[in-house]
């Protein structure tokens, strides 16, 4: 039994973009597709009906954070992750890598794996190819993604060789940790940093190892766009055109739409969440950020071309309100708005996709923008 | 035009309990009903729809705090505190004294009303009975409330009777200032501490003045249980039987049952919204914290007898998770079953009262927290 499939729908006459879907066994996803971020086993203040309304079709989970609190073992007993927090389309869920190695000095690596110190209790705790795997099948994750290091940026060749080719060895374990067949994805992580050599050989390790879809790591970590850019360029052709492309971490709206020009069918990222609770809220014509003085007693919605629950309904002089009183129902309010404006914006992509019309699209993106 | 009107459905056979019907004029109020309190302009971690889901007829809302921010004339010129929340059945406010005298060495009292400084930014500011009116009047609420001074306790005979008869003075005043037809109801407020002369004084004082109901208050201020049912018991019978009768701030599902067998129509209370931000819920069998680590495995609902959506859809165990990690879903779910609970023991306590049987349904509820 391996549900798991994509199937590449179509590509864009003029860009690279392209247009999918994945099978998962707790159902389809079309792609382009970007996954709102619950971290620890919760979309900060969505409820999952309200996911769900907002158009999220899969939703990502931090394994760092569920493996600490409340434990994989215990969220196995109470019958898996989508049980747990009632959410019953795909999940996908990282490798806890990313966060393991931003412990900086309460981490140490090896070749078995990553000793680190919880940010929660101190306490010790070990994270290697195989419990990763491990962690991420307790959780009953639809795709799951290898154990590896996120590079930081800037970093030096010699650096970024040799934590590229660990995180191959890595990738190789934890394909014979989880092999093909019973029921979840899993990905491979190309790493390589900023080094276009290092990225096509990372490429071709995880390609020979094989695996049912491929993810481009260490990106969005600071370095200019231009530069993610460019590592989108030069790596993405590399990758097979029949499995799905997923750029971790990434970002904002702009990057996303250069994302999937250049043929990227996943995102994830904080951004839109986050920014949301902060009072940083996104619109066609880019972002506004609530809390200004302009907004008291400003009758309108946060855009008037949104046809989301919070536009429909609430003015910006009341989120200012609730921001300013430092309600819940500010964060709740704004991060549904940030989550369809998300959402909505790959819609569009897809549709335009389809009809061959991406270039058209990414145009009128920017001139709303700059209007 | 006067719209407002209190309708005496039935008298409960063998208590004082009453099923009444408030008509405002946005729709009707079943009562005896429980009142969720959104200070700020919202009940907090509630969206409208989700109060409206949970059965809750009218809120109230606080004149101080929206008097500071965003400021009556603002909510008045966005349409509204209705519009400005998104919440379309009725609003009562309060009048502001509960809190400006709350505020200790902040405020000082003369005979024309309140001095005191803003705890946002120490602001001078002042309030008057006809002031406290105007705010109300701005917001738009469908029941306004008379100014006066809510009497700690204990207080010296001395001190209540001066109070108790200024603050008859200024009910007075709020009536010249707010008469009887143009659209919403004003209650007067008796006061008396815990003297039951000064109750009977001030109850004929009001009905003399006459409104549109009459509340208790000065009630759930550090007395004990059986004193606050003692000054219901004998103040209660004193206020017109066929206009609303409100205890605010009141109080636990015990004091609610109490005061529903002792003929009060209209209760408030923080409780239910605040005990869910710190983990504590009420249930049939009493309350449970659940932050304790008994709850970490547990797959049950909250209360398996209870229907609502949390206890539908999620275990104690990932309230638990949600309370130890801080989630704004902790204090959503929370806020959620609580408040279902209270309007839930209400329309049970109404549906009794219609059929006579207002002892029994209080002997059950007892049994069920014993067992």
Chains 1, 2 share one sequence.
Not at 79 to 86: C, D, K, Q, S
Not at 271 to 284: D, E
Request: net charge neutral.
């Amino acid at each position: 039994m391996d549900p798991f499939k994509f199937a590449l729908l179509h590509e864009d006459a003029a860009t690279r973009a392209r247009r999918g879907r994945l099978l998962t066994r707790r159902g389809t996803v079309e792609t382009p597709v970007f996954m709102p971020v619950g971290t620890q086993g919760t979309v900060k203040g969505m409820l999952p009906e309200a996911l769900a309304e907002v158009g999220a079709q899969i939703i990502l989970a931090n394994t760092y954070h569920l493996f600490l609190r409340p434990g994989h073992e215990r969220v196995a007993r109470l019958g898996g992750l989508h049980r747990f927090m009632h959410w019953d389309r795909p999940i996908l869920t990282d490798s806890g890598g990313f966060q393991v190695f931003s412990l900086g000095e309460l981490r140490k690596i090896d070749e078995q794996g990553v000793r680190f110190q919880s940010h929660l209790d101190g306490s010790a705790q070990v994270l290697t190819p195989e419990s990763s795997i491990a962690v991420q099948q307790a959780l009953d994750a639809d795709v799951i993604m290898a154990f590896d290091e996120c590079i930081p940026y800037p970093a030096s060749r010699e650096y970024v060789l040799e934590s590229t080719r660990r995180s191959g060895r890595w990738a190789k374990r934890c394909r014979e940790a989880r092999r093909p067949g019973d029921g979840a994805a899993l990905f491979g992580i190309v790493q390589g940093g900023m080094y276009a050599d290092l990225r096509a050989q990372s490429a071709a390790e995880l390609i020979e190892i094989g695996f049912e879809g491929y993810a481009l790591g260490g990106l969005s970590v600071g370095e200019e766009a231009e530069v993610m850019y460019g590592v989108m360029d030069q790596a993405l052709p590399l990758l097979p055109r029949d499995q799905p492309r997923y750029v971790m971490g990434v970002g904002t709206p702009e990057n996303l739409v250069e994302g999937i020009a250049r043929g990227v069918d996943m995102f994830d990222c904080v951004m839109p969440t986050r920014n949301a609770r902060n009072g940083v809220l996104f619109t066609s014509f880019g972002r506004i950020s609530i809390k200004q003085a302009r907004y008291a007693d400003d009758p309108e919605p946060i855009d008037s071309e949104c046809g989301c629950y919070v536009c429909r309904n609430y003015s910006r002089a009341y989120l200012r309100h609730l921001y300013q009183s430092n309600e819940i129902l500010s964060s709740v309010l704004n991060t549904q708005h940030n989550l369809h404006y998300y959402l909505q914006l790959l819609a569009e992509a897809r549709t335009a996709i389809e009809t061959d019309r991406f270039s058209e699209f990414r145009r009128a993106f920017y001139a709303r923008r700059s209007e």
